[in-house]
């Protein structure tokens, strides 16, 4: 197995979905861990991420010199590499010119990295750094520059230590996954042998031994997320998880029959409905800012769990399907990173909760979920189902949440969802669905002046929510999206398409 140390980069993940892509298991833990208890898994290889701090800062994260004396292969990536020329005696300055984004990159041959590559003398890569490596620690060589930095590349092959100033985890960077590779294989000697069903098998293993003989509660959302987990749990612990489906009055139409019911019956679980819209609803009058309707919607949510909780005997887990993007976005190793949007799965949580969590997702990507779930044996209309937050359609609706204003989303949300299906799109978009903006417009319609709501359409293309674009939809699904939404959803007159990407706009609205 890998161990990486985080160092707070937002690529970290990003570090071991790779090394899982190439079949080999692979763990993440902060990097002020003690080193004994890395020492005890017995690492084949260890890799340090990068990190948004400065190793010349007195109080920035330092690597533990009982590390190298471990013995095994290291790769150090950005702030990794900077670490290692730091801690190893060599010379680490700030830059002037901090460089983000594209570079070319010159490798020097004859380096084990760049084993089966070709063009290393004009490789594409991803840079995200401040500070540079002014001169390298004795031992080591020098395997690649750009035209900025002398040092871009370096490695000491006896000791195997092997460190870069880009990120070969990112998409951007050209042949990345063949120099992660050529660590993982060539240089540390690990064999390929981790595989999707190895982690259904591992995870159910790992959570029998965490739960015990507890009883665990779980929130199914509808979204495949917390279905995978409730399977995932059903097969570790059985009866002894508890399923609640909170209907919190924010769902779509016919979302409750559609899922929560088919997995009750198909896959035997436990499932408990409450019936919630109410009270969420009496919640959130008056409430338009986005922040406090995530919050509010997360508090109270986590209010009805407890409450059902407590009925039950031995509770003492809460499940949950989070995801890696959530956990990214909403935090991060010391809390480097800005806070976006809190997350109802991490950042609703209250200090005070008397649970315990178990989130056996949150290292996995989106599409990563999408295998775990075919090798669950879920359904094909369960498996690919899109993404829908926790907060479901109060931050879809601008402004105030009201009965009326959810009623128009949800008639228009159908018509959005059901044009999708019928044209095939739905399989090839990341998300398909209706906003409701929180304005209306002047229209016509037959010879009367109308006075009404806007509904933007956000139709998105993504891998894993970390970046999106825009769907390129044909323009008569457009059409027919619009013509049918304006004449079958009364209240609404106007239909207008939303053209924007994540970053700089996310995928919700709110
Ligand atoms: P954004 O709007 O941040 O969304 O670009 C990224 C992805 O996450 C989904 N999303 C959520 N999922 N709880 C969830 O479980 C949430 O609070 C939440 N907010 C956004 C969103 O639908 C998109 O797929």
Redesign the pocket.
């Known amino acids: 197995k890998i161990i990486i140390l985080d160092f707070g980069s937002q690529f970290t993940q990003l570090i071991a979905r790779r090394i899982r892509e190439v079949g080999v298991y692979s763990e993440i833990h902060p990097c002020n861990v003690d080193p004994e208890k890395i020492k005890a898994l017995n690492p084949g290889a260890l890799i340090l991420s990068g990190g948004p701090s400065s190793v010349l800062d007195a109080e920035s994260p330092q690597l533990d010199p009982a590390y190298l004396e471990m013995n095994v292969p290291i790769l150090g990536i950005c702030y990794g590499m900077q670490l290692l020329t730091h801690t190893l005696g060599g010379k680490v300055v700030s830059s002037e010119n901090r460089e983000y984004g594209r570079a070319d990159f010159c490798g020097t041959g004859g380096c084990e990295l760049w084993q089966g590559i070709d063009d290393l003398e004009k490789l594409t890569v991803w840079m995200s750094h401040g500070d540079r490596v002014e001169s390298i620690p004795e031992g080591f060589k020098i395997c690649g520059t750009t035209k900025s930095i002398p040092f871009a590349a370096m490695a000491n092959e006896e000791r195997k230590i092997y460190a870069l100033q880009f990120h070969p985890e990112v998409a951007h960077t050209e042949c990345g996954n063949t120099i992660i590779s050529n660590f993982v294989f060539k240089i540390a000697g690990l064999k390929a042998d981790w595989s999707m069903s190895s982690f259904v098998e591992n995870t159910i293993k790992e959570m029998r031994e965490k739960i015990g003989d507890a009883q665990v509660v779980l929130g199914l ?1 509808g ?1 495949i ?1 917390s279905n995978v987990v409730a399977v995932l749990l059903h097969k570790a612990i059985g009866k002894r998880l508890h399923c609640i489906f909170v209907d919190n009055g924010l769902l779509r139409m016919h979302e409750r029959e559609e899922v929560i019911d088919f997995l009750g019956e198909h896959f035997d679980l436990n499932v408990k409905c409450v019936d919630a819209a109410r009270l969420f609803l009496d919640k959130l009058k008056g409430v338009d800012d986005p922040e406090k309707k ?1 919050k509010l919607i ?1 508090y109270t949510f986590i209010d009805v769990f407890n409450e059902e909780a407590q009925a039950l005997k031995n509770v003492k887990f809460l499940a949950q ?3 890696y ?2 956990v990214i ?1 909403s935090e991060s190793f010391k809390g480097p990173s800005a806070v ?6 991490v ?2 949580l209250p200090e005070h909760m008397d649970l315990k969590l178990v989130e056996p997702l949150r290292e996995l990507f ?1 599409d990563e979920v999408r295998k775990v779930a075919t090798e669950l044996g879920l359904p094909e209309h369960i498996t690919w189902r ?6 479901g359609l109060a ?1 879809r609706i601008l402004g105030e949440v009201t009965d009326e204003r959810l009623e128009i989303l949800r008639q228009a949300d159908r018509i959005v969802q059901h044009e999708l299906h019928a044209t095939g799109w739905y399989r090839k978009m ?2 398909g669905f209706a906003v409701l903006l929180p304005l209306k417009t002047v229209g016509v319609m037959g010879d009367d002046r109308t006075y009404e709501h806007v509904i933007a359409l956000r139709l998105v293309d ?1 891998i894993d ?1 970390m970046t ?1 674009d825009w769907s390129r939809l044909p323009n008569d699904i457009l059409a027919r999206m619009s013509n049918r939404i304006i004449n079958e959803v009364k209240g609404v007159n106007r239909v207008v398409l939303d053209i924007s990407s ?1 970053p700089p ?6």
């Not at 976006?340 to 799965?345: A, F, L, V, Y």
Request: no cysteine; glycine share 16%; aromatic share 8%.
């Open positions: 959302s979204g997320d995530r997360g399907g989070t995801l993007p959530d976005e976006i949007k809190s997350h109802h799965n950042g609703g989106k899109q993404p829908f937050p926790g907060p931050i990341w998300q993504s929510a999106a994540k706009a996310t995928i919700e609205w709110e």
